[in-house]
């Protein structure tokens, strides 16, 4: 099976998670995945592929030469909730430049004057839906290219080490790495499939928070409301007037940190709104949290003390802390991509993957390309052509 037919094949299988289901699997959908992948492998001859309780998938291909290293490929099977997941319709396109037509019946299209940069896909075949659902490349697209990697590995002579393959549940609820048995998984390092365009390699990656600010009102009639009413929405919408206003995703770039309001839902007497804190440097981050515990004191200054209750909690850091004294495994990839005829280009991860946890876990892991592009959108996309080629680094990375 091509890696294209695969991953039109993993694309059927609705797998959105839930971050509001405390289960890991986050949603049954995914162990459903898991299954399936799970038969693939041993089809393809790893005799110990196997699902732990949690909904991981792991499996390894044995050495077949000594004194190589053992190296791990890992790829999430959930997809984000940012866009609908359910009954894609996917089509590939073979792409000459210009707008692409996604869906002619209700006119939408995937427009250069907003995605310029797909103008340099001319020439390639790309894998788009019909606007009206995400596309799931993020990550089904790292999760065919390592199953494919593994048929070619298992049908040809190469000379490798240990491979430790794994497949996640609920990486974009920032779970991925939370069950993830390290030890077991028995690698000496790893990558990630869940990166973007070819050639790019990231070992940066945000630090990473949340934050749930809840405001405690108290509701009275409006018409004798005067100096007895506290209005919780507006407090929120003030809390967030007093935050850094170009500190948002729409203002910043490349490392730039920022705060993100996710939501925000309540009424007079009850107020929730919830944030992520990214930055890549440590001390801006630090600062970022800094300014909303500054905030919410300012707040219950001015209405009482206990009005506004902010919960802060650390997601995952900059990979980079772990990986600058480790960067023999970024250079093992870079080398690999040269050898292909590739370009590496290291880009800072403006959001976070399986590795960032993975690396602070005593397994180094960067992140690799997967050819895809507009991830958590409508307007998502693949390369079959990129796909092809990141199946081919794979193999390269192995021989090292």
Same mark, same amino acid.
């Given at each position: 099976?091509?890696?294209?037919?695969?991953?039109?094949?993993?694309?059927?299988?609705?797998?959105?998670?839930?971050?509001?289901?405390?289960?890991?699997?986050?949603?049954?959908?995914?162990?459903?995945?898991?299954?399936?992948?799970?038969?693939?492998l041993?089809?393809?001859?790893?005799s /110990?592929?196997?699902?732990?309780? $949690?909904?991981?998938?792991?499996?390894?291909?044995?050495?077949?030469?000594?004194?190589?290293? $053992?190296?791990?490929?890992?790829?999430?099977?959930?997809?984000?909730?940012?866009?609908?997941?359910?009954?894609i319709?996917?089509?590939i396109?073979?792409?000459?430049?210009?707008?692409?037509?996604?869906?002619?019946?209700?006119?939408?299209?995937?427009?250069?004057?907003?995605?310029?940069?797909?103008?340099?896909l001319?020439g390639? #075949?790309?894998?788009?839906?019909?606007?009206?659902?995400?596309?799931?490349?993020?990550?089904?697209?790292?999760?065919?290219?390592?199953?494919?990697? @593994?048929?070619?590995?298992?049908?040809?002579?190469?000379?490798?080490?240990?491979?430790?393959?794994?497949?996640?549940?609920?990486?974009?609820?920032?779970?991925?790495?939370?069950?993830?048995?390290?030890?077991?998984f028995?690698?000496?390092?790893?990558?990630?499939?869940?990166?973007?365009?070819?050639?790019?390699?990231?070992?940066?990656?945000?630090?990473?928070? $949340?934050?749930?600010?809840?405001?405690?009102?108290?509701?009275?009639?409006?018409?004798?409301?005067?100096?007895?009413?506290?209005?919780? @929405?507006?407090?929120?919408?003030?809390?967030?007037?007093?935050?850094?206003?170009?500190?948002?995703?729409?203002?910043?770039?490349?490392?730039?940190?920022?705060?993100?309001?996710?939501?925000?839902?309540?009424?007079?007497?009850?107020? @929730?709104?919830?944030?992520?804190?990214?930055?890549?440097?440590?001390?801006?981050?630090?600062?970022?949290?800094?300014?909303?515990?500054?905030?919410?004191?300012?707040?219950?200054?001015?209405?009482?003390?206990?009005?506004?209750?902010?919960?802060?909690?650390?997601?995952?850091?900059?990979?980079?802390e772990?990986?600058?004294?480790?960067?023999?495994?970024?250079?093992?990839?870079?080398?690999?991509?040269?050898?292909?005829?590739?370009?590496?280009? $290291?880009v800072?991860? #403006?959001?976070g993957? /399986?590795?960032?946890?993975?690396?602070?876990?005593?397994?180094?892991?960067?992140?690799?390309?997967?050819?895809?592009?507009?991830?958590?959108s409508?307007?998502?996309?693949?390369?079959?052509?990129?796909?092809?080629?990141?199946?081919?680094?794979?193999?390269?990375?192995?021989?090292?």
């Amino acid at each position: 099976m091509t890696v294209y037919e695969r991953f039109l094949k993993y694309v059927s299988y609705p797998t959105t998670s839930d971050e509001n289901n405390e289960n890991c699997p986050s949603t049954e959908n995914q162990r459903v995945l898991a299954k399936e992948l799970c038969r693939e492998l041993l089809e393809l001859g790893l005799s /110990d592929a196997r699902i732990d309780k $949690s909904g991981y998938v792991y499996a390894t291909i044995p050495a077949n030469c000594e004194g190589m290293p $053992s190296i791990g490929f890992i790829a999430h099977m959930d997809t984000a909730s940012d866009a609908p997941g359910e009954n894609i319709k996917p089509k590939i396109v073979d792409y000459k430049g210009g707008d692409i037509l996604l869906n002619e019946a209700e006119g939408i299209y995937l427009k250069l004057a907003d995605y310029p940069y797909v103008a340099d896909l001319a020439g390639q #075949r790309l894998i788009v839906t019909d606007g009206t659902t995400l596309l799931g490349a993020d990550d089904k697209a790292g999760v065919a290219e390592i199953v494919t990697a @593994v048929e070619k590995i298992m049908t040809s002579d190469i000379k490798h080490g240990k491979i430790c393959i794994g497949f996640t549940p609920d990486e974009e609820i920032g779970r991925g790495a939370d069950l993830f048995d390290v030890e077991g998984f028995g690698a000496d390092y790893a990558y990630t499939l869940d990166g973007g365009g070819l050639g790019e390699i990231e070992y940066e990656n945000f630090n990473a928070a $949340s934050a749930l600010v809840k405001v405690h009102g108290r509701a009275i009639h409006p018409g004798s409301a005067k100096d007895k009413m506290i209005n919780a @929405v507006r407090i929120a919408a003030e809390f967030d007037s007093m935050l850094t206003s170009d500190e948002i995703p729409e203002r910043t770039e490349g490392r730039e940190g920022f705060h993100h309001l996710l939501s925000l839902e309540g009424e007079t007497e009850e107020s @929730v709104s919830k944030y992520i804190i990214r930055d890549h440097s440590k001390e801006k981050f630090a600062a970022i949290k800094a300014e909303f515990e500054s905030v919410v004191k300012a707040l219950n200054e001015k209405y009482g003390e206990g009005t506004v209750e902010l919960i802060l909690r650390d997601s995952y850091y900059n990979m980079i802390e772990v990986l600058e004294s480790k960067m023999f495994v970024v250079e093992r990839a870079t080398e690999a991509m040269k050898r292909l005829g590739m370009n590496p280009v $290291s880009v800072p991860i #403006r959001g976070g993957t /399986d590795g960032a946890r993975l690396s602070f876990m005593g397994l180094p892991c960067p992140n690799l390309p997967t050819g895809g592009g507009n991830f958590h959108s409508r307007y998502e996309y693949v390369s079959i052509d990129a796909m092809e080629k990141c199946v081919d680094l794979v193999l390269e990375i192995i021989k090292g």
